[in-house]
């Protein structure tokens, strides 16, 4: 039998006590195994560490006025006194709108690169063209959307230009995000679909999408809340210092009106406006990172709830 | 054979040709930011502006009345000191961060580092500026008994914390390329963590790391909400970090409101900007050849 052989008695006696015993080496490893956990543990923290000391200042010094008036009041006194309410929803307007527009076209995008496009030197380009608009300064989308949209489109300063530009600005959050969605999943399930007869586009819509929809709706949710924070696009090309609008009435903003936006207002209040009492930009940084790290954790909810009931 | 009728093939068609103009659309956007801010400073571009001394003169002038003078190179200086600091910080930490996230962490402290890491990047540029402003300043002002605390060193802090998040996804992501079995190579031959981090790891996910801090910074150069408020506004050669300067970026953004359409002074910010989109542009086109480095490996 094999057994017999391999188990031949050791002529070497061990002593169990001197067996285990660890050698300098093995102390050695130990200990910077621990001291390189350490460190780079201690780096993470330090990056770390910022974002709950800020948070919890930037909560502490807005506290005296943080109350849901202080969202749904205009300002007044030069903006030195009352609410946010024509910012805030002046970025919704221009999330809204922009999302309105660069949702459909950058899913597309997405279907296009990952379902029709081969492997050849035009999809790099394509690919390469994504990179790139993900890269190009935020200022330098301010001179874009100044130059094409509010001149040369005639749209004026204007929630619709703005928004456009805040669109085109997103599109490579979605592409990418849509994309990641769409290559997780299984190459059989189009496969299957081909065989019993289906064209590429009915495979793309019976199959490919509703099987990816909890990746594209993160990365729709991520825009959201990347172009809720963004300023420099919006300052040249559609949001104004002051608008005053009727308090609650949430279709006060047209098309082509200018409209405050909250970036914008930080902006304003913390570098323009002499004499604000302290706590009128603190409380306005602490709505504007609370709607986007909110936007931010649902899109972190939605992605392990749904990553826990995939089927495959 | 399946018959389909003529209004199926027909939507088909229709479909295909939206998203092909869609997928192709990249490529438009990207041209078209080139084509529309190229033209917007093109008539000072080429006739009036001196492009020599442009780039090398730290005089500018904007507004003066007798003499304007139109030289970048301090807001150049601006630009290129505020991002070394930043990333003299950030990349350590960050590639510290990802060789933590990567190396040492279980899944589930792994998936919280992940979300945090995540969180500080979605801060909108604009809080990270309004922090700048009021804690930092305040900061710097106490620790080195300094007249002002907008400087170089607020805005390289405070753009290392923006840009740690891009490093650390993507130098994670580099890491997790490397294949397990050399680091099970390493460790049979007896590698302690450290020797299987530095001859192993670092080697090995090179092209990747430096990808990631390329990504890093392209964004320290683009940003600007945040150095337009943390850096102070005095266009000049920094002599030492507690120095204030003006970036290129914050000079665009400063500057754009009060320039009168179709005036010189509108066109050459026009002009900075394609300077910026042609800096960005070469540093995004290096992280993606190095990265296409590693692919073809």
Not at chain 2, 118 to 144: H, R
Not at chain 2, 239 to 259: P, W, Y
């Amino acid at each position: 039998m094999s057994t017999s052989a391999t188990t031949s008695p050791n002529p070497v006696t061990l002593d169990p006590q001197t067996r285990f015993r660890e050698t300098a080496l093995v102390r050695r490893k130990k200990f910077t195994e621990k001291l390189a956990r350490l460190t780079f543990l201690t780096m993470t923290l330090l990056m770390i560490f910022p974002l709950l000391l800020i948070v919890s200042y930037l909560i502490y010094k807005a506290a005296p006025i943080l109350s849901i008036n202080f969202i749904l009041d205009n300002p007044v006194r030069g903006m030195r006194a009352g609410g946010i309410w024509p910012a805030f929803l002046g970025t919704l307007y221009l999330v809204g709108i922009s999302l309105l527009v660069s949702a459909p076209i950058g899913v597309l995008a997405a279907v296009y690169l990952n379902e029709y496009a081969r492997e050849n030197w035009f999809t790099r380009i394509i690919n390469l063209a994504v990179v790139n608009l993900a890269g190009v300064p935020s200022i330098v989308h301010a001179l874009f959307g100044l130059g094409a949209f509010v001149l040369f489109a005639g749209m004026g300063r204007s929630i619709l230009a703005a928004s456009l530009t805040l669109a085109i600005m997103t599109l490579p959050v979605i592409i990418a995000s849509t994309k990641e969605a769409l290559g997780a999943v299984p190459t059989a399930f189009r496969e299957a679909c081909w065989n019993v007869g289906a064209t590429r586009w009915q495979t793309i819509r019976r199959i490919v999408l509703p099987n990816s929809i909890s990746g594209i709706l993160t990365g729709i949710i991520l825009q959201v809340s990347r172009a809720a924070g963004e300023t420099a696009p919006i300052m040249f090309t559609g949001a104004v210092f002051f608008k005053a609008i009727e308090k609650g009435d949430i279709f006060a903003y047209g098309l082509f009106d200018q409209s405050m936006a909250l970036s914008m207002h930080l902006f304003t209040i913390s570098t323009q406006v002499p004499n604000v009492p302290e706590a009128l930009p603190y409380g306005t940084a602490v709505v504007l990172l609370g709607t986007v790290l909110l936007v931010n954790a649902l899109a972190i909810v939605l992605r392990v709830y749904l990553r826990s009931r995939k089927k495959w | 054979m399946i018959n389909r009728s003529r209004l199926e093939s027909v939507t088909e068609r229709i479909i295909e040709g939206i998203i092909r103009f869609c997928g192709f659309s990249a490529i438009l956007f990207v041209f078209g930011i080139f084509f529309f801010v190229f033209r917007e400073g093109s008539g000072f571009l080429f006739s009036g502006l001196d492009i020599g001394q442009f780039l090398t003169s730290p005089e500018w002038f904007p507004t003066s009345v007798s003499n304007k003078r139109y030289g970048v190179l301090a807001l150049l200086a601006g630009t290129a000191s505020v991002t070394a600091l930043s990333m003299a910080i950030a990349v350590p930490f960050g590639l510290g961060a990802a060789i933590f996230v990567s190396e040492f962490c279980g899944p589930k402290l792994k998936e919280t580092f992940k979300i945090v890491i995540e969180l500080l990047a979605a801060i909108p540029s604009v809080v990270w500026g309004f922090i700048g402003l009021t804690v930092m300043n305040g900061v710097i002002i106490d620790l080195f008994d300094a007249p002002i605390g907008l400087t170089v060193l607020n805005g390289g802090i405070i753009l290392a914390l923006m840009s740690v998040p891009i490093i650390v996804s993507i130098g994670e992501d580099a890491l997790k390329a490397v294949p397990d079995s050399y680091r099970e190579a390493a460790e049979a031959l007896g590698a302690t963590r450290w020797q299987v981090i530095y001859r192993v790891l670092l080697p090995a996910g090179k092209n990747g790391l430096l990808a990631a801090v390329l990504l890093g910074i392209g964004r320290a150069v683009g940003e600007t909400m945040a150095v337009l408020m943390a850096t102070g506004h005095s266009v000049q050669f920094p002599s030492n970090i507690l120095d204030s300067v003006r970036t290129l970026t914050a000079t665009i953004a400063a500057e754009l409101g009060e320039a009168p359409v179709g005036s010189d002074h509108y066109q050459v910010l026009f002009i900075i900007g394609i300077l910026l989109f042609t800096i960005t542009f070469i540093v995004n086109l290096a992280s993606d050849l190095v990265v296409k480095g590693i692919r073809n490996k």
